[in-house]
C-alpha cells in the first residue's frame, strides 16, 4: 500500500514537473513555487492540475474521492463541474473538427494502463464523442439529483459561480475552475 502511495506521489510530481516545462517552453510564465505549494493530499487540488492538464479522467476520479472523503453539496457539484467541463472542451473539439484529438480524449477516459500499449481501444472519433457526450449527460444529472437532494439553495449559487467563469472565459473555461471555489 505504501508503494502505491509513493508511486501516485511520483506520478503527480513528474506531471506537475511536465507542465512547468510545457509552460517554460511555449513561453508561459511558469512558478515553482506555486506548483510546490500544491497539496498532493488534497483531491481538489489535484483535480485542479488534471483540468489544467486535459487529464478528464484522473480529475472524475480525484472529484469521486473528494467526496468520499467530504461528502457536501459543493463536493457534488464540483464533480458536476469536472463533467461539464469534459463535455465542454468535446463541443469545442468537435465544433473546430479536431476528431483526433477527440479520439485521444475518448481514449483517455478508457485508459487500462499499460495494457492499452498491446491492446488498444479503437472508436471511430465521431462515434466517441457521441457516446462520452451522452454518459458524461447521464453522470451529471445523477450527480445533480444528489447536489440537489443536500441544499438545492447552495447548489443553484455554485453555479451561478460555474456560470459566470464560463462566460469570462469562453474559449477555455474547461481547463480551470472558478477563482471562488480555491481548489
Known sequence: MNERFQLRHRRIDLMLLGLMLCGWFIGMPVSFAGAAAVNVQDPLARAKVYLAAGDYR??????????????????????IYVYHALDGYLEWLAQRDEWVKVGQLSLSMVHRGTLDLADP??????????LLHEGIRQQYDVVAGMANRLDKARADQLWLEKQAWQRTHPDNWWAGVPEQWHW
Open 58 to 79: 484522473r480529475a472524475v476520479e480525484a472529484c469521486q474521492m473528494n467526496i468520499d472523503q467530504s461528502p457536501a453539496v459543493e463536493s457534488y457539484v464540483y464533480l
Open 121 to 130: 481501444p479503437n472508436l471511430l472519433a465521431r462515434m466517441a464523442k457521441e
